[in-house]
């Protein structure tokens, strides 16, 4: 009998350390979301001519290597970075200052590539298929990069100032900031077949994911860039390239600030159909698919913004005189999945 006893109560003791971990039954809602969402940055910061790659570990912020490119490659980076982008096992660094693009291992950060783009200066990169990728240029050009062999083959003209761009299946999406239009260009024949009106001074661009099947656009408006323009509203439009139609046009308006005084700051689309929109007060969050507005998902100004494809997070950041504060968020519903604050500043970032 005592025997029974011991052993029952070695089980009741099994039980309730499986139910204090979250082992046993069917765990609730708020043991599993208890567990830190875990991701990593590469946070870079330019400065005196150079850049400083530091690798990042979050939620913690604590500093993995504060200059993985000069670990990698014996220095470090010369020139500003003025943007990054992801594309297969590859970090692609824009370097307008330095009319290049620096292509880098994704998993060790020695660098692949260092792809001239003179007399061009680059502002941005998209890449349409397994082997193409398209690079905005400030004159008036996109050119076209044979990734086989970090190649510069060919350009293409569109409007003037160019800046976005973005690709969406057999289309690439290209804001001419200067003439309040889009280019789209179509990848297999690497010709323009639309220039579509948009509203004053369209920026940024991102492409749709099924079941959306169109570009988000997001236009500055008049007056913004120049205080002697008459102010018109800054826009969110959508734009379906595969039937040539222009879909919803949002006014983008804040709390505190009508869509006239807004000033856009930048776009985050993902996989999920949903897009970021950073403005210069508050952090909106769109339905691509539905082509509507789903509200206010952070009420105060995000320096910038990346979506990380490895862990699917939308990462926003804030600055103030404390330090950056970096915030992962569920890219489908837009809830807060975990937040750190780090002592340095910077415009730019990538998740990884």
């Not at 990593?40 to 500093?63: C, D, E, H, N, R």
């Not at 693009?101 to 397994?130: E, K, M, W, Y």
Request: proline share 6%.
């Amino acid at each position: 009998m005592e025997a029974r006893r011991s052993a029952a109560r070695v089980v009741v003791a099994v039980a309730a350390l499986l139910l204090s971990l979250g082992l046993g039954g069917c765990p609730s809602d708020g043991l599993v979301s208890a567990v830190p969402v875990q991701w990593k940055m590469l946070i870079v910061q330019s400065g005196s001519g150079q850049s400083q790659l530091a690798l990042y570990s979050f939620p913690k912020g604590t500093v993995e290597n504060p200059d993985v490119y000069a670990s990698a490659n014996g220095g470090p980076l010369e020139g500003t970075v003025a943007a990054i982008a992801q594309f297969r096992s590859m970090l692609f660094l824009v370097q307008p200052d330095r009319q290049r693009i620096v292509v880098l291992d994704a998993a060790t950060f020695r660098s692949v590539a260092q792809v001239p783009t003179a007399p061009h200066t680059p502002v941005g990169i998209c890449f349409a298929n397994a082997t193409t990728g398209y690079i905005a240029y400030s004159d008036s050009t996109v050119g076209i990069l044979d990734v086989t062999v970090f190649q510069v083959v060919g350009t293409i003209t569109v409007g003037h100032a160019p800046r976005g761009i973005a690709a969406m299946g057999n289309r690439v999406a290209v804001c001419n900031q200067a003439d309040g239009t889009v280019s789209i260009i179509d990848t297999r024949t690497n010709a323009v077949v639309a220039v579509v009106p948009v509203a004053p001074y369209p920026t940024f661009v991102g492409g749709g994911s099924d079941p959306a099947t169109s570009f988000a656009i997001v236009s500055l408006g008049s007056g913004k860039l120049s205080a002697a323009e008459s102010p018109s509203a800054a826009m969110l439009t959508f734009y379906d390239p595969f039937a040539g139609s222009v879909g919803a046009q949002i006014e983008l308006a804040q709390l505190y600030r009508d869509a006239l005084a807004t000033v856009p700051r930048g776009l985050i689309t993902t996989p999920s159909a949903t897009a970021f929109v950073l403005l210069d007060s508050e952090v909106q969050m769109a339905d691509m698919a539905g082509q509507r507005m789903l509200g206010t998902i952070l009420p105060s100004a995000a320096a910038g913004g990346t979506y990380d494809f490895a862990r699917n997070l939308v990462i926003l950041w804030t600055t103030d005189e404390s330090g950056t504060t970096v915030i992962a968020l569920d890219p489908a519903s837009g809830q807060e999945k975990g937040r750190a604050t780090v002592p340095v500043t910077f415009q730019l970032a990538a998740g990884l």
